[in-house]
């Protein structure tokens, strides 16, 4: 088959056809056509070659270019989580200024006062401790948690008396937890007090703690059975 391709080729477009007609003439046209052939070959091998060398650097560039744009799309994408995440806490922390706002500025119900954050309620009847904490509760607040010199300074300056906060050890005798769950930390006990009513069994078991007018120092524990007026605070 190849043979007869040859052949047909041969017959129809001669490359190189010898004038037989006189021999010398034709070996020098023969060479001159070779050697066209060759530099023709020779040339077109050397753009091809120029070519794929030329594709070649583009195809790493194009490697490269794209590789940066992956790293560019990363280090954007890495810094919009960033500042999305910052916007969230952001959000998180205005909607709680706002919610404590609206609760210190405008929430507080009627006969509540407030004061920086709180609302508070300040009784006009006595109850037992329990009672007096389940009043508080039923209106979502609890008996007084004293957080700073300040608020112990207004709740003093408002009202005098005894009057139950939200203060007991009676989960474990000695350990003075307020009623969110937190420690005791800051205390204005009076002189002598807690004393656990000091032994004298009339006082009872003193778990609960009253506060005075007097202040600073004003705090005792008493028996959470007696009755005195109470402050709630949400
Ligand atoms: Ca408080
Ligand atoms: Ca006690
Ligand atoms: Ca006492």
């Known amino acids: 088959m190849m043979e007869g391709i040859y052949e047909n080729f041969k017959s129809k477009n001669p490359v190189c056809q010898l004038p037989v007609s006189n021999p010398p003439a034709s070996i020098k046209f023969n ?3 070779y050697l ?6 020779v040339m077109l091998s050397v753009l091809l070659l120029a070519g794929l060398i ?9 490697v490269r270019n794209l590789s940066e744009i992956s790293d560019r799309k990363d280090n954007v994408t890495e810094h919009l989580n960033t500042v999305i995440e910052r916007l969230n806490s952001n959000l998180t922390e205005a909607t709680k200024k706002l919610m404590d706002f609206k609760q210190g500025e405008m929430g507080c119900p009627a006969e509540w006062i407030r004061f920086g954050i709180s ?8 109850k037992s401790w329990d009672e007096a904490r389940e009043f508080c509760r039923a209106r979502e607040a609890d008996l007084v948690v004293i957080n700073s010199k300040n608020e112990m300074t207004f709740l003093s300056a408002f009202r005098d008396g005894s009057i139950w906060i939200g203060l007991t050890d009676r989960a474990l005798e000695g350990t003075w937890k307020w009623v969110d769950g937190s420690s005791l930390t800051l205390q204005f ?12 069994t009339s006082y009872g078991e003193e778990d609960c703690v ?3 007018h007097a202040f600073p120092g004003s705090w005792n524990d008493v028996s959470c059975k007696n009755s005195m007026k109470w402050i709630c605070e949400k």
Not at 36 to 41: A, K
Not at 119 to 126: A, I, K, M
Not at 189 to 200: A, K, R, S, T, V
């Open 31 to 33: 060479r001159r056509c």
């Open 36 to 41: 066209s052939v060759i530099i023709f070959m």
């Open 54 to 62: 030329i594709l070649g650097l583009f195809y790493v560039d194009s």
């Open 119 to 126: 609302c508070y309620f300040f009784s006009g009847e006595s």
């Open 189 to 200: 006990w009076g002189e002598g007090q807690p004393d656990n009513g000091g032994g004298i």
């Open 210 to 212: 009253e506060t005075r």
